[in-house]
């Protein structure tokens, strides 16, 4: 005897949202998203910083070499160098699932791969940590492809010095800012530039500083079609020149399209996003800001959203 089953509509939803997030790990342009998921990490100390299989030692000058090399995620290449195993010196992008979402100077090591969220998007295990700089390599598209963006916040290391100082760095105050700037290479050698403010004291107002502590969309679409992402910071607290402000940040889905659930549209519906963000008066915004904000969406509309 044959039985049938029937699904209300809010049924197949709770289901699909059921699904993990990696199931459809897939951005609209067909780039396989980045989710740190399938990185090894320590499963003692919870983090992943090199060296890479593929890595090449390099004279430092210093009397080590360095371990410079790549490890592939998705549809993407990320940069890695390990300079010293006795100090665990390193750059570019690392692996971390880390729970905990403090720093203490006396645990640099492993408190430098803790993010301000303890968890990747969505709750999922893993999220890449990013140092100092580094360069994401858009695989197999010879004349580049859009990078519809990711997921960003500050690493714990970070927030811990702007909110309270360090040896090395001021404690934020009216005026600091620090942010990661984001530059997309084409194939032509041609670049662009999308910037996004990790923290922002530059208001007179102090109820509009911030520190980003979420997991916040970065929206990379108007770089174009590019080969290449490298990213850098810049920071209101410098000395000679140099950034004191620790320079780190966490991310997750790369590649992803900005949906509320994390989950990608199927490849034939068209996507409507966020590509500007504004307060009342006009000033564009890069996090969400107490009070009314307008938003740009990409087909050309607004919308009027109260954050509270």
């Not at 989710?35 to 919870?46: H, K």
């Not at 570019?92 to 645990?107: H, I, K, P, V, W």
């Not at 760095?169 to 041609?190: H, L, R």
Request: hydrophobic content about 35%; aromatic content about 14%; overall charge negative.
């Amino acid at each position: 005897m044959k039985q049938f089953y029937k699904f209300t509509m809010a049924a197949a939803v709770a289901a699909l949202m059921s699904v993990p997030t990696s199931l459809f790990a897939q951005d609209q342009d067909g780039l396989k998203v980045a989710t740190f998921e399938d990185v090894q990490v320590s499963s003692e100390d919870g983090y992943w910083c090199g060296p890479t299989d593929n890595a090449v030692a390099t004279p430092s000058g210093y009397g080590f070499d360095n371990q410079v090399g790549t490890f592939t995620d998705g549809s993407f290449e990320f940069s890695n160098s390990y300079y010293n195993g006795t100090y665990l010196s390193w750059s570019g992008f690392a692996c971390s699932n880390r729970t905990a979402t403090s720093f203490d100077a006396l645990t640099m090591t492993p408190d430098q791969f803790n993010s301000s969220v303890g968890h990747g998007v969505d709750g999922s295990a893993k999220y890449g940590v990013a140092y100092n700089g580094g360069t994401v390599k858009v695989l197999n598209a010879t004349d580049g492809a859009v990078v519809n963006g990711f997921y960003i916040t500050n690493n714990a290391y970070a927030i811990n010095s702007m909110t309270n100082g360090d040896s090395y760095a001021k404690k934020f105050e009216q005026g600091d800012f620090f942010k990661v700037i984001f530059t997309g290479t084409k194939a032509d050698n041609t670049t662009s530039k999308v910037e996004f403010y990790l923290a922002d004291f530059s208001s007179q107002n102090t109820t509009d500083h911030y520190i980003v502590k979420d997991w916040t969309y970065v929206d990379l679409s108007s770089l174009g079609k590019v080969v290449s992402i490298s990213f850098s910071f810049d920071s209101s607290d410098k000395s000679y020149g140099y950034l004191n402000t620790p320079t780190y940040f966490c991310l997750d889905n790369f590649g992803a399209a900005n949906t509320p659930t994390g989950i990608s549209k199927p490849a034939n519906m068209v996507e409507v996003y966020e590509v500007a963000r504004y307060t009342l008066d006009g000033k564009r915004i890069s996090t969400p800001q107490k009070g009314l904000n307008i938003i740009r969406m990409s087909d050309g509309s607004t919308r009027k959203v109260v954050v509270k």
